[in-house]
């Protein structure tokens, strides 16, 4: 059985990953990001608010220019 990784997991993984840009975190970095937490929510692995909290955690993320939403909403 896959176990359901946790927000605080997830948040300090996010985390840590960002730091090392150190501000300067590169779009393709963020849509990685964005695509991940996409597969998790996409299986139930995590909920929408966890979903919603951890992109909030992305610089820069617009959910109006995200191929990862338009994806997820087949467009």
């Known amino acids: ?10 948040s300090s993984r996010i985390k ?12 393709h970095v963020i849509t990685c990001w964005e695509g991940y937490l996409a597969g998790l ?8 608010d966890v979903n919603d909290r951890l992109r909030g955690l992305l ?4 959910v109006d ?3 990862v ?3 997820m909403l087949g467009n």
């Open 1 to 10: 059985m896959i176990e359901k990784p946790s927000y605080d997991e997830l």
């Open 16 to 27: 840590k990953n960002l730091e090392k840009y150190q501000g300067d975190v590169p779009r």
């Open 41 to 48: 929510l996409e299986w139930s692995l995590i909920s929408v």
């Open 59 to 62: 610089p820069g993320v617009d």
């Open 65 to 67: 220019d995200s191929p």
């Open 69 to 71: 939403v338009d994806i």
